[in-house]
T-cell receptor
Framework: DSGVTQTPKHLITATGQRVTLRCSPRSGDLSVYWYQQSLDQGLQFLIQYYNGEERAKGNILERFSAQQFPDLHSELNLSSLELGDSALYFC???????????????FGPGTRLTVL | AQTVTQSQPEMSVQEAETVTLSCTYDTSENNYYLFWYKQPPSRQMILVIRQEAYKQQNATENRFSVNFQKAAKSFSLKISDSQLGDTAMYFCAFMMGTGNQFYFGTGTSLTVIP
């Protein structure tokens, strides 16, 4: 158990809908990262938050957005869902960002999203 | 932009034998970290081993060790005494020293044969 929790574990929805994925980082971790893993694919970095602020952005679609709350949990919002958005969405957390600071990421179990 | 390449989509090894998984990366950064993650059928991402770019000594973690060649931008993973539980997808990953962004390779599916 990495200490990172994600809910829900599974989510089935229809095209055009909007969903929210939730992530609680490990206690003490300030950074949260979101990744998308499509079937038989590697992980695509979506976005990173550090202590409530967006720190880095990857290949995140405009239909997707995220935020990190004062209690450090994070939510990933996916809207106008398409069939191609079906994937496993991982959240990871790490202690902090900063040059020279070791930043191992701990991954949650993922949320499997199925868009029908 | 940083890229991570794993050129072996699938590999297999006999139980108790040794196998090496390849990874190359491209970056202009000097301060970075490299990782190998394991993803078993449960799909959980598990850190196997990590290497700081500024360290010349190769990292080892029990049966797992790396061959880090900074000039060649190569970071291979050696698994000794392979066990059935090592069957998984293995991802090589690169992280910049600032801790921003993580780049993953496309993975190598390893099967340990009894």
């Amino acid at each position: 158990d990495s200490g990172v929790t994600q809910t829900p574990k599974h989510l089935i929805t229809a095209t055009g809908q909007r969903v929210t994925l939730r992530c609680s980082p490990r206690s003490g971790d300030l950074s949260v990262y979101w990744y998308q893993q499509s079937l038989d694919q590697g992980l695509q970095f979506l976005i990173q938050y550090y202590n409530g602020e967006e720190r880095a952005k990857g290949n995140i679609l405009e239909r997707f957005s995220a935020q990190q709350f004062p209690d450090l949990h994070s939510e990933l919002n996916l809207s106008s869902l398409e069939l191609g958005d079906s994937a496993l969405y991982f959240c990871a957390s790490s202690v902090a960002t900063g040059s020279g600071f070791y930043n191992e990421q701990f991954f949650g179990p993922g949320t499997r999203l199925t868009v029908l | 932009a940083q890229t991570v390449t794993q050129s072996q989509p699938e590999m297999s090894v006999q139980e108790a034998e040794t196998v090496t998984l390849s990874c190359t990366y491209d970056t202009s950064e000097n301060n970075y970290y490299l990782f190998w993650y394991k993803q078993p059928p449960s799909r959980q991402m598990i850190l196997v081993i990590r290497q700081e770019a500024y360290k010349q000594q190769n990292a080892t973690e029990n049966r797992f060790s790396v061959n880090f060649q900074k000039a060649a931008k190569s970071f291979s993973l050696k698994i000794s005494d392979s066990q059935l539980g090592d069957t998984a997808m293995y991802f090589c990953a690169f992280m910049m020293g600032t801790g921003n962004q993580f780049y993953f390779g496309t993975g190598t599916s390893l099967t340990v044969i009894p």
